[in-house]
Structures are given as C-alpha cells and as structure tokens.
C-alpha cells in the first residue's frame, strides 16, 4: 500500500518508514498523521518486518505539527481537529509505545517540538551528530502540550527538560545522546548504515522473545514490585506458548549442550542442519530396477497361457502374498530407511 506523506523499504527483515514532506521539513499535518496511523497497522502484520526504523526525508527527521494546518486551519472545525489531535497523541503516545515490533527513530537532522514523542515512543533512538534538537512552543507562547510533557517527564532529567522547555535552546545530536534522549549520536555519513547494523542484529533475535522483553518493561514501569512479579511470571509462560519449543528447552537447553554463550553470542549464530530425511517410501536406484524387473516376470509368468491350471493358481497365489524377491525388496527398504532398526 502506498502513502500520500510515507516512503515504506523493506529488506532482511527490517522495514524503514520514512516521514515523506521534505518541502516542509515532514512537519505533521492532518493527512501524514492518518497516513502513519494506517502504515503501522499494516506494518503490525507484515511478517516481511520484524524491526521497524522511523526517519525522515532531506535532511529533517520531522519539524514537529504542522502549525498552519492543524492548528490554524482546523480552528473553525472541531470535530475535525479533535479527531486528528486524537490519532497523532494515539500513535506517537501509545501505538508505538506498545508496538509489538522493536522500532528505533532514526533522527537524521531537525527534530522540533512534538517529532520528540515520535523518538520518545520508540525503543531505540539513533541520531546525526549534528542533528538539531528544540522544543520552541515557548517560542510562539505556547508550551510542549500533548504528548510531549509525558516524553519530557519520561526520558529527560528534570533540569534538563525545564531548561531546554523553559529556553527554546536547541541542542545537537552528541548532546541528545549525552542526557539520555537517543542511545547513540554518529557521524551523519554513516547514521544509517549503523542504525541498520543494530536493525538486523535485533532481527535475528526470536520475535516472540523482543516481544515479551518489551512488554515486560513497558508494563513494569506502572506496576508495584510484587504486581511485576507476578506479570513477569505470566509472561513467561505466555513466551513459551508463543514459542511452541520453549526458550527453556532449546534457549538454556543448546546452552547446557554447549552450543553457544548467551553472554558472548546469541542463539541465532548456532548453525543448523536442516538436511531433510528421506521418506521411507523412496528406493534407491538399484532396489527401484530390480523391482521393476521382477514385475515384468511375474506378469509374463501370469499371461502364459500354456502353463498348467495348477501352475497359474500357484502363480496367482505368490503374487498375491508377494514373491521372496519383492520381499526382499521391501527389506531392503527398509533397511535404507533412516533410524530404522530391523523387524517392524
């Protein structure tokens, strides 16, 4: 499916979705946010995609709202306006909160006001060294609304929110990554090369296992200890169901056989034998012409006219039972099969 304000790749298990309005610097307008409610519920099911990166096009990851078209035109429509509000805190706050996919925000350069929601509601966060960070509500008297409190409350320090809130100050992409805001601040010319390096590691995990790891985090944040306990532990079981071969059994199991080192390597680098086993059914070459060959005998045998009454009712007889050679064909069968052990 295709989108009016979204660029969409997918490649080795990874998905890039990528905000497409560069001729305003991808600010959110009314159309872009339908558009990304729409595309992450598509994206929920596409098994193509098991890590989902969020960029931007040019050199803006997203510039914030789009203040001429949500918030001035749609003044005079309020259903409209409450409609549109409602799915850009729904996606930003809660769809990729809780998104069963691991997604990482990719900020390649300008990230404004509420694009910090958009970074905040993903699991990871990259960014260009000299990306650009601001919340300049404060800048045309406003304040950082919406969603972009709780993501403030959620990832930053205490003073680090009320001065850049209170300010307008921008900050840098070293800087994002120094108080916290992104997990890495890279080189612009290979932002995306390594962003996508930790893509693919994460998607050779097993997605039932991330799945869990995130909701099990997500969820604990609001919950006493003892509730976490208890969640963990339901979780745990769930995972095994989910896996249908436990991560006990063949996780901890491959551990205990020492195929690998969960502290060195992950259960994805055991290399596996997939060599299919041949079907009991199969003959070899040789037993297939031999049987063939006896075939041919027993219905030359069986067609000979000439042969006594009591000589063709013997005949008749053996084929039914099946002559000592078949017999012994299907012995042979046996024998080539796979695990066999003899007498059935």
């Excluded at 990259?126 to 969603?147: H, Q, R, V, W, Y």
């Excluded at 996508?196 to 296992?209: F, L, M, Q, Y």
């Amino acid at each position: 499916m295709s989108y009016q304000t979204l660029l969409i790749e997918k490649f080795e298990g990874i998905g890039v979705l990528t905000l497409n309005r560069p001729q305003k610097k991808n600010a959110m307008n009314p159309q872009l946010h339908e558009d990304m409610t729409a595309a992450l519920e598509e994206l929920r099911y596409d098994d193509a995609v098991r890590v989902l990166i969020i960029t931007g096009a040019g050199d803006t990851f997203c510039a914030g709202m789009d203040l001429k078209e949500v918030f001035y035109e749609l003044q005079d429509q309020p259903a409209r306006y409450d409609r549109i509000i409602r799915l850009a805190t729904e996606w930003r706050g809660r769809t990729l909160r809780y998104y069963p996919k691991p997604t990482i925000a990719m900020v390649n350069g300008y990230c404004f006001g509420g694009a910090f929601s958009i970074v905040e509601g993903c699991d990871l966060a990259t960014a260009a060294d000299n990306a650009m960070f601001g919340l300049s509500e404060i800048n045309f008297k406003g304040f950082p609304g919406g969603s972009v409190s709780k993501t403030l409350a959620n990832l930053f320090r205490p003073r680090d929110a009320l001065f850049y809130g209170l300010t307008g100050r921008r900050f840098d992409g070293m800087t994002a990554a120094n108080i916290g805001f992104v997990n890495l601040a890279l080189p612009a010319a290979q932002l995306r090369e390594e962003t996508v390096k930790i893509a693919r590691e994460i998607a050779g995990k097993d997605p039932s296992a991330l799945r869990t790891t995130k909701e099990a985090y997500r969820f604990s944040l609001e919950m006493t200890w003892d509730a976490s306990m208890n969640f963990t532990n339901a979780k745990e079981e769930e995972l095994q169901h989910r896996q249908r071969v436990g991560w006990k059994q063949e996780g901890v199991g491959d551990f205990v056989k020492g195929k690998f080192k969960p502290g060195l390597e992950g259960h994805e680098t055991i290399v596996r034998s997939h060599t299919p086993k041949p079907k009991r059914s199969q003959l070899s070459h040789e037993s297939r012409a031999k049987a063939s060959a006896l075939a041919h005998e027993v219905v030359d045998q069986l067609t000979d006219s000439t042969a006594p009454e009591e000589e063709q009712q013997k005949r008749k007889r053996k084929l039914i039972r099946g002559p000592r050679e078949f017999r012994d064909v299907r012995k042979d069968q046996h024998r080539e099969a796979p695990g066999s052990k003899g007498k059935r």
